[in-house]
């Protein structure tokens, strides 16, 4: 996608590659900068931005439910579970990580 969204950029930086860890963060810069230079609708470039579309989804998994600071997106908060919200105990929510 030109231009790319700014949340893209942010994911795929390599600050952001770092924190997580993931993922070589040189492969991931090569591939999105050799991808454009690839015949559109091929299948070699189909294959890499399969691949960029996967570390984007990746990456974004991570900041919404491993703690965020990757991209300026909001991140996960608890869901109170039906029971709770019944109860009025908004505080009795799903854990997601054991802190």
Do not use: C
């Not at 559109?40 to 703690?67: I, N, Y």
């Amino acid at each position: 996608m030109d231009p790319e969204p700014p949340f893209i950029a942010e994911l795929l930086s390599e600050q952001s590659l770092h924190r997580t860890g993931y993922f070589d963060v040189a492969a991931v810069n090569r591939w999105r900068n050799d991808f454009r230079k690839m015949r559109a609708g091929s299948l070699p470039r189909l294959s890499v931005e399969a691949g960029l579309a996967a570390v984007v989804a990746t990456q974004l998994w991570h900041h919404l439910f491993m703690g965020g600071g990757l991209a300026d997106l909001p991140e996960w908060s608890a869901v109170p579970t039906p029971a709770a919200v019944e109860a009025g105990a908004a505080s009795a929510a799903i854990p997601l990580v054991k802190n």
